[in-house]
């Protein structure tokens, strides 16, 4: 998948482009339904499917308030979405110039202008340009005279209602792990960075690895059942998020993410990780010794590998 930065002058395709456009944040299924279509529609028809999303998040980008914790970082963004097939993402910055940019203007200018679209992939509550008054209105009345199509892909519902961001969003912060993987259509999972930490499960006995996230939600503290992915090679993981209690320290301003790596010892220092959560074990706790932390770590590998083996066996052919 081609990554596009910079749409300040027209960007060349090979072929008309089949376009969507939206923060996508999560890539759920909602998401996914969108995409599927433009993927679709562009192979059927000869044209390039592209996806134009916002990095940074709108938010941020016009100083309008904090942003939500993204549920996908743009790097797990840009994987979610050339996993769905599709040929050129344009990650956009919502500058104070183009936020102003008169609806009519940003079709004529940017979609047609700079992009050279042949149609249009979107959802029913698209709305773009200044003060957001661009809508599917608009777009089926310039569609005719600028050439290009439109096609309107329904919301997906699950249980009564649209799915959204904000709803995944809210089913990861209480820790409903099945709730969201039903409307992500996949396990919640984080991107991360192995930093350097205390090295305090050494010295208990059991390796962890410290990972650093970006701006992302994460579930509520505790241990969990996870899988971590490293260099495509998946390994079972015990993993824990929180505020460390039983070693306490100052300095932290956000939950701490630790993970055993099951029968792992490669060095992972500095690598990108992804860390796929399946299973909330126990609640985080604080211990009175060490060593009673210990035993407990002991007692929470038993339990990810128990589970981890009756997941491969439930997957295995029967």
Not at 115 to 136: A, D, I, N, Q, S
């Amino acid at each position: 998948m081609r990554v596009i930065r910079n749409i300040q002058k027209a960007v060349r395709f090979r072929h008309p482009s089949c376009l969507t456009i939206g923060t996508f944040d999560g890539v759920h299924i909602g998401h996914q339904a969108v995409i599927g279509r433009l993927v679709h529609k562009a192979t059927r028809e000869g044209l390039t499917s592209v996806v134009m999303t916002f990095d940074p998040h709108p938010l941020i980008s016009l100083r309008k308030g904090c942003s939500p914790p993204l549920l996908t970082c743009t790097q797990h963004k840009l994987r979610l979405l050339e996993s769905l097939g599709v040929n050129v993402c344009l990650l956009v910055e919502l500058d104070s110039a183009l936020a102003a940019t008169a609806p009519t203007d940003f079709v004529v200018e940017v979609f047609c202008g700079k992009l050279g679209v042949g149609g249009l992939v979107v959802g029913p509550r698209l709305r773009f340009g200044k003060g957001r008054k661009g809508t599917l209105g608009l777009l089926k009345r310039l569609g005719p005279k600028l050439g290009f199509w439109i096609e309107v892909v329904e919301e997906v519902i699950v249980d009564g209602i649209p799915v959204s961001s904000t709803i995944v969003r809210q089913r990861v912060l209480q820790g409903d792990l099945p709730g969201s993987e039903a409307l992500l259509g996949r396990p919640f999972s984080v991107l991360g960075q192995v930093v350097r930490g205390r090295t305090i499960g050494r010295k208990l006995g059991y390796r962890t690895a410290n990972v650093q996230l970006l701006d992302q939600v994460v579930p509520p503290p505790g241990v969990y059942g996870v899988e971590v992915i490293i260099n495509g090679q998946t390994h079972p993981g015990a993993l824990n998020l929180g505020w460390r209690p039983t070693f306490p320290s100052q300095n932290l301003t956000s939950p701490v993410l630790e993970v055993h790596i099951l029968d792992f010892d490669e060095p992972i220092y500095r690598k990108q990780v992804e860390i796929v959560f399946h299973r909330r074990i126990r609640d985080e706790r604080q211990f009175a010794t060490a060593e009673d932390l210990a035993r407990q770590i002991a007692l929470d590998i038993e339990a990810v590998r128990e589970y981890s083996h009756r997941r491969i066996d439930a997957a295995s052919p029967r």
